[in-house]
């Protein structure tokens, strides 16, 4: 079994109120629930990032990525359909799903 890394995009980030919020974590809530052992590490949102450059200059990131989970699954696939659950999606975000491999 491999682990998978999804990456958020977009999405509504966190929201104003309490009650919101209580709802927005019960969604995650459920789906980490529903990944079981499948759940490695069930991540965190991202904050202000930076990108550098080959020539070592400093600028802005522009990717627009929003956190993180990482997941185990047989496959690609079976990776891709567990991240069909996750909660970023219906706040209008998206998920892209990379396998990972073990190299040190």
Same mark, same amino acid.
């Given at each position: !079994?491999?682990?998978?890394?999804? %990456?958020?995009?977009?999405?509504?980030? !966190?929201?104003?109120?309490?009650?919101?919020?209580?709802? %927005? !974590?019960? $969604?995650?809530?459920?789906?980490?629930?529903?990944?079981?052992?499948?759940?490695?590490?069930?991540?965190?949102?991202?904050?202000?990032?930076? $990108?550098?450059?080959?020539?070592?200059?400093?600028?802005?990131?522009?990717?627009?990525?929003?956190?993180?989970?990482?997941?185990?699954?047989?496959?690609?696939?079976?990776?891709?359909?567990?991240?069909?659950?996750?909660?970023?999606?219906?706040? *209008? *975000?998206?998920?892209? %799903?990379?396998?990972?491999?073990?190299?040190?």
């Amino acid at each position: !079994m491999a682990n998978y890394v999804l %990456v958020y995009k977009g999405g509504g980030g !966190m929201a104003n109120d309490e009650a919101a919020r209580q709802k %927005v !974590m019960e $969604a995650w809530g459920r789906w980490f629930g529903s990944l079981g052992n499948n759940l490695v590490d069930g991540g965190n949102p991202f904050g202000p990032s930076a $990108a550098i450059s080959p020539n070592g200059s400093i600028g802005s990131a522009s990717a627009g990525l929003t956190g993180y989970s990482i997941i185990k699954g047989d496959s690609l696939q079976a990776a891709t359909e567990a991240a069909k659950g996750c909660p970023v999606l219906t706040d *209008g *975000g998206s998920v892209e %799903v990379y396998e990972t491999f073990p190299v040190m």
